[in-house]
């Protein structure tokens, strides 16, 4: 009892400690105005950004201001290089002691906190007996083999609740406990079925219109289609997120928060009360019906075809990292499959990396951002759609070429992004004659008949370069490792307690540390792509190495596996940011050698920890060579 009343003093520390992490990490987009006040309302957030969306985020402007004043005193006395060497230790030490203080304060804050009964014993868990996990193929072939030739099943449903539009649902992504009965244009899961036909198992991809989902209950979807899928040699189904930020909250920390931790905290610490998840379990019902659903229709519907690549790097003009060392993937991934009776709907896969984040912003409004706008292009080219998303990082995307100059609401923005970006999807291999016969004969999404004479109007296929498109070998390979790592971020420790989330939470009180289970996994398309199907949002330094991985212990992922791997974010867990240890930060800084300024940076505040990017690495590669 008397630590419970000690929490009672300490639970408004608590929800201050969640709140910004609901409402900045979460959310944060460099061209919004971020809430410091407590006092601001949602509303008063939200016409504040709607208001000023193309400014960057005046946060910590003052200490930039001061840094940035201190680094050009110290540049006029010394050369360029030494500036940078300088400005960029002032940031570590900066960095440095904001995650001590961040600790202590979390750390005090934990030692009165108390543990809700989801928390396990550490001690008494056995990883080999947590259930719904699967390995995938027990065989890697080296070449195809004789006869093989690519199957692959398409199939989506919506995933909206069935009393959507009259129960209030809670956005997933913007200010706290943000209600709306409206969408913009539905949220969705869509799923691939594929084997190589050569019998070694059938894999699936489910990917959803939402922000995240905890790996513990990707594990309800596997086990509710565990029959099937034993039935038909399924041996692999992973479940993904577009990652948008106006889908229906799946993660647990926006719906509900306050009166949740209160609950959580003391009625069901004194046996008053059930633990109350965030999550919404309508929702989830109806998430883990239509991934069965899909599964089983698209397993159905598995046909025999070809599958094809093609990449083109979009980053100029369509992509932008938010934090230095700017390093990440810009390519535009496009599989397509094509199947071998030509009356019967192909299926195109795209992948790049951008936080669909765009619709949020002066729209408390469910929305899927950009995604059913790159869909509507391709299906009336007459293909099935579906995203997956890349190596995600801080990576968001570019609107400018896109909004052509026009007057645009933010979710406006979004679908001329996801039109653009359809088109160009299905132009890549087109030459730019082709694509302006394509551009009007799939009816002219961006309205270049109507706007095209306006100044800053841009047509999308103006001096486009085509590329080429190589012929993937069938033979898919792909495995699984799952693990326990160390949860250190003493915040996400906090969140964990208060049993808001669905997480699997371990405590060891030998150590006093915190765990949860995640897993990765590696698939080969032939030898076209490689892919590291990653838990969490990777920085691109860990796949492109460079500037940003100096001090890692490990190298990049491709100059441990060549140019061709690639990575799927956000794959069977969403454990947050992903950054190479040594710059690990949850709020401070990083010197922008590029600006010559330095960046907020508070992406860490969501990520398990300090040495989360070492561990994930370490683990991918442990699973590699169990294979290789």
């Avoid at 132009?427 to 100044?455: H, I, P, Q, R, V």
């Avoid at 199907?533 to 492109?544: D, H, I, R, S, V």
């Amino acid at each position: 009892m008397k630590k419970i009343l000690l929490s009672v003093l300490s639970v408004a520390l608590c929800l201050c400690l969640i709140v910004p992490i609901g409402v900045t990490a979460f959310a944060k987009n460099e061209e919004a105005p971020i809430v410091a006040e407590s006092n601001v309302t949602l509303e008063e957030y939200l016409a504040d950004a709607a208001a000023n969306g193309n400014q960057v985020q005046v946060v910590n402007s003052n200490v930039n201001d001061t840094l940035d004043k201190v680094g050009d005193a110290f540049g006029s006395l010394a050369s360029t290089n030494i500036k940078t060497v300088f400005m960029k230790l002032l940031a570590k030490a900066i960095n440095l002691l904001s995650n001590t203080l961040i600790n202590v304060i979390g750390k005090a804050l934990g030692i009165v906190i108390p543990k809700t009964s989801v928390i396990h014993d550490y001690a008494g868990f056995d990883l080999d007996s947590y259930g719904n996990f699967y390995k995938g193929m027990s065989e890697f072939l080296d070449a195809p083999a004789a006869g093989a030739k690519w199957h692959l099943g398409y199939a989506q449903a919506s995933i909206l609740p069935d009393d959507f539009g009259t129960t209030p649902y809670t956005m997933g992504g913007y200010g706290l406990m943000a209600t709306t009965t409206e969408t913009f244009d539905g949220l969705w899961v869509r799923t691939i079925v594929l084997n190589d036909g050569t019998g070694r198992g059938n894999v699936a991809f489910c990917v959803l219109d939402a922000i995240g989902i905890a790996n513990a209950d990707v594990r309800l979807i596997r086990e509710a289609i565990s029959d099937f899928a034993a039935e038909n040699n399924i041996v692999s189904v992973n479940v993904s997120v577009t990652h948008t930020h106006s889908g229906i909250d799946l993660q647990g920390v926006w719906d509900n928060t306050v009166s949740n931790v209160l609950n959580n905290l003391f009625l069901s610490n004194l046996g008053l009360s059930e633990i109350h998840s965030g999550v919404n379990r309508t929702f989830l019902k109806k998430i883990v019906d239509q991934c069965t659903a899909t599964i089983k229709s698209a397993y159905s519907d598995m046909k025999g075809g070809t599958l094809t690549l093609a990449k083109k790097d979009i980053a100029d003009d369509y992509l932008r990292d938010r934090t230095a060392p700017y390093t990440f993937d810009g390519n535009l991934y496009r599989l397509m499959f094509t199947p071998d009776n030509k009356s019967e709907k192909g299926t195109v896969i795209a992948t790049f990396s951008a936080h669909p984040e765009n619709s949020g912003y002066g729209h408390v409004v469910i929305s899927a951002d950009f995604v059913p706008y790159i869909e509507e292009v391709v299906n009336k080219a007459g293909y099935n759609f579906i995203y997956i998303q890349g190596c995600i990082g801080t990576i968001t995307y570019q609107r400018g070429a896109s909004d052509d100059g026009l007057d645009l609401t933010r979710h406006e923005e979004a679908v001329r992004y996801g039109y653009e970006m359809g088109y160009i999807i299905l132009g890549l291999t087109k030459s730019e004659a082709e694509c302006k016969t394509m551009n009007y004969a799939l009816g002219d999404f961006l309205g270049e008949a109507e706007y095209g004479s306006n100044e800053g109007y841009t047509s999308w296929y103006k001096d486009w370069k085509s590329v080429g498109e190589t012929t993937v070998a069938p033979m898919l390979n792909i495995a699984h490792k799952q693990y326990i790592i160390e949860v250190s971020n003493v915040l996400m420790d906090i969140v964990g307690k208060t049993g808001i989330t669905d997480y699997f939470f371990l405590y060891d009180k030998t150590t006093d540390k915190y765990y949860t289970v995640t897993e990765s996994g590696y698939m080969e398309l032939g030898d076209s792509l490689l892919v590291e199907l990653c838990p969490g949002e990777t920085y691109g330094e860990l796949l492109l190495g460079g500037e940003g991985l100096k001090g890692f212990k490990y190298q990049s992922l491709r100059e441990m596996y060549g140019e061709n791997i690639i990575v799927f974010d956000l794959m069977n867990d969403a454990i947050g940011y992903i950054e190479p240890d040594d710059d690990f930060v949850m709020a401070g800084v990083q010197y922008s050698e590029k600006k010559e300024s330095f960046d907020t940076d508070t992406w860490c505040l969501i990520s398990w920890g300090k040495n989360t990017a070492s561990k994930v690495i370490s683990e991918f590669m442990d699973l590699v060579d169990s294979v290789k």
